[in-house]
């Protein structure tokens, strides 16, 4: 899957809010610095995962599924198996018409349901981050392609 640059940059420009599904309380996890990352450049990031509903993360209650979502959604991000994309495709569906785009972390792909997707108007990204990309497209990736966060004052 090809994606062009200036429609990765539209995407993460436009959108506001992530619903995060499959996101980990656990901080050494991708998904929980990924959520993180995002909430620091200012997106509104809702935690979804049924393990951890009522707790508190980056100033927000982890809510079980999307369906407990009552605010607009502009965009999922997906840190599920391949193979559980499907009926969050379709739960996703149920927050147009804010809901933009259905991305879905790398490794994760699902031809179907993003047809599915694709054919009910949303843009559909597979197997990318968009930490990754956000830093790519922005200018922050350093130090042979890592954003790490260290600044050293002996330079």
């Not at 610095?33 to 982890?62: C, D, Q, W």
């Not at 994760?108 to 790519?136: F, S, W």
Request: aromatic share 8%; with cysteine; net charge positive.
């Amino acid at each position: 899957m090809e994606y062009s640059d200036a429609n990765l940059k539209k995407i993460l420009t436009r959108t506001k809010v992530v619903a995060v599904i499959g996101v980990s309380m656990n901080s050494v996890r991708p998904s929980y610095y990924v959520a993180r990352y995002l909430s620091l450049k200012g997106y509104r990031v809702i935690p979804v995962n049924p393990g951890h509903a009522g707790k508190m993360l980056f100033g927000e209650t982890v809510v079980a599924d999307l369906s407990d979502i009552d605010a607009p959604v502009d965009m999922v991000d997906i840190f599920r198996r391949s193979e559980a994309v499907p009926p969050i495709v379709d739960a996703a569906i149920a927050h147009l018409p804010s809901l933009k785009t259905v991305w879905m972390q790398i490794g994760v792909e699902n031809a179907e349901a993003a047809a599915k997707a694709e054919a009910k108007g949303l843009d559909v990204i597979q197997n990318r981050c968009p930490k990754i990309e956000y830093q790519r497209l922005f200018g922050e990736l350093r130090m042979g392609g890592f954003a790490t966060g260290i600044i050293s004052s002996k330079l």
